[in-house]
T-cell receptor, first 113, second 113 residues
Framework: EPEVTQTPSHQVTQMGQEVILRCVPI?????FYWYRQILGQKVEFLVS????????KSEIFDDQFSVERPDGSNFTLKIRSTKLEDSAMYFC???????????FGPGTRLLVL | AQSVSQHNHHVILSEAASLELGCNYS??????LFWYVQYPGQHLQLLLK??????LVKGIKGFEAEFIKSKFSFNLRKPSVQWSDTAEYFC???????????FGKGTKLSVKP
């Protein structure tokens, strides 16, 4: 069964550094998402992406964040200058859009020191 | 804005006990509801979903959930849990036109053998 994959599984970085989190969505899906979960808190929506552009974003997704689909398979989340409060588990998901089921990756645990 | 509440933070049961995990949502209109499960070290997986029709929804692994519109609830149930059901369970509601999901905080289920 096809799965969403994410790399790396863990990333430790210094405050102020840039990080890029990578995702490979399921190949025939057209909608891609990023969510994050700060330890002990809810899974929160960050951004959705369709047809090579952002379709919706939350208030968390400020100018420090960007997403890209650099080729036909990868979907990346970049944090330009990390802050301590960016430490979280970041989940990528893909799906058919609308109310279609979203399939989640295993997550990248980001720790900002 | 829509929100989802899961009132149980951690539930501990013995094998063969019955399970009911609470989920309440805030929106009074048409809702699309989901339960996801995250087994230790694994990614979020869809257990079941409700879009319309029969309010009693059957999912995988013997789980079911009942949509009660008057109570704004979508509780997850299983008649007899197994040790392998130890996981974290997340209730979610479809949040908008681009398919973002709004999650509850999650309920950790520990099943004692």
């Amino acid at each position: 069964e096809p799965e969403v994959t994410q790399t790396p599984s863990h990333q430790v970085t210094q405050m102020g550094q840039e990080v890029i989190l990578r995702c490979v969505p399921i190949s025939n899906h057209l909608y891609f998402y990023w969510y994050r979960q700060i330890l002990g808190q809810k899974v929160e929506f960050l951004v959705s992406f369709y047809n090579n552009e952002i379709s919706e974003k939350s208030e968390i997704f400020d100018d420090q964040f960007s997403v890209e689909r650099p080729d036909g398979s990868n979907f990346t989340l970049k944090i330009r200058s990390t802050k301590l409060e960016d430490s979280a588990m970041y989940f990528c998901a893909s799906g058919g859009g609308g109310v279609e089921t979203q399939y989640f990756g295993p997550g990248t645990r980001l720790l900002v020191l | 804005a829509q929100s989802v509440s899961q009132h149980n933070h951690h539930v501990i049961l013995s094998e063969a006990a019955s399970l009911e995990l609470g989920c309440n949502y805030s929106y009074g209109g048409t809702v699309n509801l989901f339960w996801y499960v995250q087994y230790p070290g694994q990614h979020l997986q869809l257990l079941l979903k409700y879009f319309s029709g029969d309010p009693l929804v059957k999912g995988i692994k013997g789980f079911e959930a009942e949509f009660i519109k008057s109570k704004f609830s979508f509780n997850l149930r299983k008649p007899s849990v197994q040790w392998s059901d130890t996981a974290e369970y997340f209730c979610a509601v479809y949040g908008g036109s681009q398919g973002n999901l709004i999650f509850g905080k999650g309920t950790k289920l520990s099943v004692k053998p």
